[in-house]
């Protein structure tokens, strides 16, 4: 197995730049990884094999192929290349893409193509980047741990008995286990930064309005904001910058300019005010999370950072408003899924029992559960105490946030009470799959950007991360922070373990 | 004891209901109607939250792309022209404009719906409180007395912003829902922008719902944001219909949906007074429903009884951003607001041209053709007779539209001018008129009567000598009339038109006559 | 609050789900256990508290009016699940808008 699924994207962007790899090389070491440890059940549930990650829904290897080609060709011609030329991607089949089906993990899509491209793939694959293919999900990203996906699990490379988190987890279980060095995520409640906690990568949640959302499949309008997932933070910070930037297809897009992030990123974080939020640690956190946060504190206090106790007292409302205002915005998203216009159609003698049975079909449980608790809580009489409260709410987390900008210069927590459970011992509880989002929430609630960095493993060999929250547009200050603890962590994202996937060769430090 | 009797609004607010007019009664019953007009934008070249076409007469579903076809990944972006269009709507019906307000998601499930909710506007309309002044004649029937015209005030409750929905046909003999085992969606409609128009309940008659929505098409028309053509749906008209009797809360009241006729509105409104009246006299209750209007049979039916109450589920579209005004902004649009119908009737009014003819220029969009029509030259009132009488007259005679008719304000101005100068008799001046609509306008109405040879003689020359044959010839009659019988002059006329093939000036031909005979 | 089966029905038929006794019997108690934890929302005294729909708020995000590209029929058509005569076929409508 070739090094250079080991390499990071800027390390294989500078290779193919300088011609020490093409772009060929680079895909197809990825491809045969793919073919590795992936397994090839794509869209068949009952076809994923014991030890595959599944990672990927769908492989478009031809494709990629002959993208990279014309990356070489570019530069066999002199023509100067964008600056992450071919870096492998795996895309969140939450993105629509021309030609390629998108699902949203969800059998009601099965089988429709796309006639456009996301916005997000569109400035992708001007950056360079080599798309290989689609990877799974929660369906319509409704969950924490991929198990809601209609196309089956996939398996935390750590523990190929454990979940990669979600609903980012086909994200980043390919890109912990070395099939792209690059993903693209969305974050709605934690959906980056929790599955990058679980598998020891890194997944950041930009400012709300800071990516586009135009042809990403809507879970919660105000909430739903895609982001990079890599292995580095450098990685995270050149995809950041290739995906940010003012859409006019997109009315909630942020006009601002997008900040040079690299001009700081190697400064340290010396003399930094750095919260650590009393509401969002200690019960409920694990113990193997709460030791490796303790020390991420130290980690940074030896930096030189100053750490500070913030207090955001609304915080823990933030979870119980999101399971509010995320399922409300949820049922009308959801609602042109009906059999008519495109996607699948169960036949029935009247259009609305068409309707009716295609949704119960296509629909899996927890997003039928989602859609009924948001119908109701936009019902007549029950909207003022469901979705206007919960949506005053995030005024009072917005404040908190606000009010802790005066003391700290960032935040931090842990990214999620726990590490990588078991499959299915979550799932009968639909609450305590909920609170897996309950250190994420309140930066989704308020806007902020946010991203989790690993901090370490626990006892039992399991990645554990670090949340860092910032500023709105203050992405810069945050990745900052988070590279000077990622140099000073050295955490090795190299999944390892009995039950780990598949090393390849000399890909061990 | 008089109790205040109150009506719900649209927004779930309850006001007092006014009462000036008795209008239109039976039996000691008394009618309340208020009006949801929606007007289509068809002036716009975009859809209201995308920039798909809009043209009309397109090929089903080719003017559609992922936002109007409620694709997933796709996302809605607010039409800055159709916000202005909507802003000019209200400021033209004196309603006030929101500094800001924003759109909301009306949610329910239909299949010309493709994202099964519907971009709307909810608790802050952009456009709110405003009025439309009417004007009826009198009818002793409805307690009027005189036969002053009745100016009357329609209040304006809200002009908010939506997206129109998709065109559904159904399969089977009638075409029509019922009965039929499929239907067919052609999503070119869908997401057009609309303007929906909700007046208060202050409507107390028939004459006054078909008089409030004429007055509403020609404002929209004279700020130029719709072509209002009821026919075509670009006007859709909904009347909300209940009877009670003086003091008395509102009765229940039924809902006539999609009427496509000024003349079906006065027709079904009519019709449901009296049907309710009736049964409720007949102790049945008059449940809340939406009811068809059947044009042919005369009557209205119920379409879907509303058993249980919509639940709508309004919630801000998240996906959209507030709209925001200022003071300033609202009053540049002000100052840019076309003259308005019933600031053209004052103006009309003001030059001396009658009422019922202002009337006829304003609903008939002919005011521009007046205005040209005199800076061609003519007398104010002198086109405006020609515009309202023989032009009108003559494009009904041969079905034609007369904003299509290839004829136009300067022309008609031209052609009144040639009848003031002299040059054509108005007897010419219509055939002129008659020649020109078959042919199309370009010719002007001087080389229309110069090929045809309708110009008027007079020439008094050529005129005396043809008087002069006839006189020689008509010894007996000149002295009849020497001797008293001043009529038998019409007969001399007579043989001189007969002479001149009905071209000699009238008027001239006359006074030479009156002067051979009576020197 | 506590929702009952015909309550979850009711919710069901305005979200155009179909569900059956055995899922509505499962999901009314799935419901009223979340639900209840959202409800803890109410105890935090908002009242008169704006509300956040963007953590930056923009305003007049408008769009001149100038056409963009249309899909091709064909391509629009082909996603439908049914279609004919150029349009896309529904089953019978029951129920009147
Ligand atoms: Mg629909
Ligand atoms: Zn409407």
Redesign the pocket.
């Known amino acids: 197995m070739s090094e250079l699924i080991t390499k990071s994207a800027a390390e294989l962007a500078t290779l193919v730049r300088t011609g020490e790899a093409s772009a060929r090389e680079v895909t197809d070491a990825h491809l045969a990884r793919i073919e590795q440890v992936d397994g090839n059940a794509g869209y068949d549930k009952d076809a994923v094999g014991e030890t595959d990650v599944h990672a990927f829904l769908t492989v478009t290897a031809d494709a990629a192929r002959a993208q990279a080609d014309e990356i070489d060709a570019a530069r066999a011609r002199g023509d100067e290349l964008p600056p992450l030329a071919g870096v492998p991607l795996a895309t969140k089949d939450l993105f629509v893409t021309k030609g390629t089906e998108t699902t949203a993990s969800s059998n009601i899509l099965r089988g429709w193509i796309p006639p456009y491209d996301a916005t997000v793939v569109t400035k992708l694959r001007q950056a360079g980047t080599i798309s290989l293919g689609k990877v799974n999900m929660d369906e319509f990203a409704m969950g924490s741990s991929t198990e809601t996906s209609a196309y089956g699990n996939t398996r935390n490379p750590w523990d190929l008995g454990r979940v990669p988190g979600g609903s980012s987890g086909g994200s980043v279980a390919a890109v912990s286990g070395m099939m792209a060095p690059l993903a693209t995520g969305t974050d709605t409640g934690g959906s980056i930064r929790q599955p990058a906690a679980l598998t020891g990568t890194v997944g950041m949640k930009p400012t709300y309005g800071r990516v586009s959302r135009w042809g990403m499949v809507a879970f919660a309008s105000s909430l739903d904001q895609a982001g990079p997932i890599a292995r580095t933070v450098e990685d995270c910070a050149l995809m950041y910058t290739a995906m940010a930037g003012h859409d006019p297809k997109d009315s909630t897009s942020l006009p601002n300019d997008v900040d040079d992030v690299f001009a700081s990123l190697r400064t340290g974080i010396e003399g930094l005010r750095i919260g650590v939020v009393t509401e969002l640690q200690g019960d409920g956190y694990e113990p193997g999370v709460s030791a490796s946060f303790a020390e991420a504190l130290t980690r940074l206090e030896e930096l030189g950072a100053e750490i500070v106790e913030i207090s955001l007292p609304h915080a823990p409302y933030g979870l119980p408003a999101y399971y509010l205002v995320a399922p409300s915005e949820a049922s009308s998203n959801l609602a042109r899924y ?1 059999g ?1 216009v495109f996607g699948t159609r169960v036949d029935a003698p009247t259009s609305e029992e068409m309707n009716a049975a295609t949704r119960a079909a296509g629909f899996g449980t927890e997003v039928k559960r989602r859609i009924m608790i948001g119908t109701y809580a936009l019902s007549a009489g029950y909207y003022d105490a469901y979705y206007q409260q919960a949506s005053r709410i995030r005024t009072l987390i917005a404040n908190d946030f606000k009010a802790a900008w005066e003391h700290a210069d960032l935040l931090v927590s842990p990214s999620s009470p726990g590490v990588a459970f078991e499959f299915g011992s979550k799932s009968a509880d639909p609450i305590a799959m909920y609170l897996n989002d309950v250190a994420t929430v309140p930066g989704s609630l308020a806007g902020i950007p946010a991203m989790s960095v690993p901090s370490g493993l626990d006892e039992q060999g399991l990645p554990v991360g670090l949340q860092i929250m910032a500023p709105l547009l203050r992405e810069d200050l945050m990745l900052r922070a988070a590279w000077a603890f990622e140099q000073a962590t050295g955490f090795d994202t190299t999944p390892r373990g009995a039950n780990a996937v598949a090393t390849p060769q000399g890909a061990r430090a | 004891m008089t109790e205040m009797i109150t009506y719900t609004r649209k927004d779930g607010v309850t006001e007092p209901l006014t009462d000036e007019r008795i209008g239109w009664q039976l039996d000691g019953y008394r009618l309340v109607v208020g009006l949801e007009v929606h007007v289509e934008l068809t002036e716009l070249k975009t859809k209201m939250f995308s920039s798909d076409p809009i043209d009309f007469g397109g090929d089903p579903n080719t003017r559609v792309g992922p936002v109007t076809a409620g694709l997933p990944g796709s996302l809605p972006v607010a039409n800055k022209q159709g916000v202005r269009s909507a802003a000019l709507m209200g400021l033209a019906l004196d309603c006030g404009i929101a500094g800001t307000c924003e759109f909301h998601r009306k949610n329910y ?3 010309d ?2 994202k ?1 909710y519907q971009i709307s506007q909810y608790e802050i309309p952009l456009c709110h409180d405003g009025f439309l002044d009417v004007v009826v004649d009198p009818d002793p029937a409805y307690g009027d007395e005189g036969d002053e015209p009745i100016g009357r005030r329609v209040r304006i409750e809200r002009v908010h912003m939506e997206e129109d929905t998709a065109k559904s046909s159904h399969s089977g003999d009638t075409g029509r829902l019922h009965g039929a085992d499929k239907s067919f969606i052609d999503l070119n409609r869908a997401g057009i922008p609309l303007l929906e128009c909700v007046s208060r309940p202050d409507v107390r008659t028939p004459e006054e719902a078909q008089a409030y929505v004429r007055e509403l098409i020609a404002v929209v028309r004279a700020i130029g944001i719709s072509d209002a053509r009821m026919e075509e749906g670009s006007i859709r008209c909904d009347a909300n219909v209940s009877v009670h009797i003086p003091g008395e809360p509102l009765g229940t009241r039924t809902e006539i949906k999609n009427l496509n006729s000024v003349r079906s509105i006065g027709r079904s409104i009519a019709y449901e007074a009296e049907r309710q009246v009736r049964a409720i006299q007949a102790g049945e209750t008059i449940v809340m429903e939406t009811r068809h209007w059947d044009e042919s049979a005369g009557v209205t039916a119920t379409l879907r009884r509303k058993e249980t109450l919509a639940d709508y589920r309004f919630f801000p579209d998240p996906d959209l951003t507030p709209i925001v005004h200022t003071d300033q902004q609202i009053e540049e649009l002000r100052a840019g607001l076309p003259e308005l119908p019933k600031q053209a009737r004052a103006r009309l009014a003001e030059a001396g041209i009658a009422a019922d003819i202002v009337i006829t220029l304003v609903d008939n969009d002919l005011v521009p053709w007046l205005d040209d029509a005199v800076a061609a030259g003519a007398d104010a009132s002198t086109a405006a007779n020609w515009i309202t009488g023989e032009l009108l007259g003559a494009c009904a005679a041969a079905e034609l539209d007369v904003h299509a008719c290839g004829l136009s304000g300067t022309w008609m101005g031209q052609l009144a001018g040639l009848v003031a100068d002299r040059t054509l008799s108005n007897k010419l001046a219509k055939q002129v008129l008659q020649v020109a609509l078959k042919q199309g306008g370009d010719r002007s109405p001087s080389e229309v009567a110069e090929a045809e040879g309708l110009q008027q003689v007079s020439d008094e020359g050529a005129l005396q000598a043809i008087v002069d044959q006839v006189i020689a010839r008509n010894a007996k009659t000149v002295e009849d009339i020497r001797g008293g019988n001043a009529k038998a002059i019409g007969a001399l006329v007579g043989q001189v038109m007969g002479a001149t093939k009905g071209q000699a000036d009238p008027k001239l031909t006359n006074q030479l006559l009156q002067r051979a005979i009576n020197g | 609050m506590s929702l009952t089966p015909d309550e979850v029905r009711h919710v069901a038929m305005l979200a155009r789900l179909a569900v059956t006794d055995d899922e509505v019997a499962a999901l009314a108690p799935e419901l009223n256990a979340i639900l209840g934890y959202a409800e803890q929302v109410g105890e935090v005294a908002a009242h008169g508290i704006p509300t956040t729909v963007h953590p930056i708020p923009l305003t007049n995000v408008l769009r001149e009016d100038v056409p963009g590209e249309v899909l091709d029929r064909e391509e629009l058509l082909a996603q439908a699940p049914a279609a004919e005569d150029d349009r896309i076929v529904v089953p019978r409508i029951v129920s009147e808008d």
């Open positions: 009906d008519t | 499930f239909y299949p719906l493709p099964n």
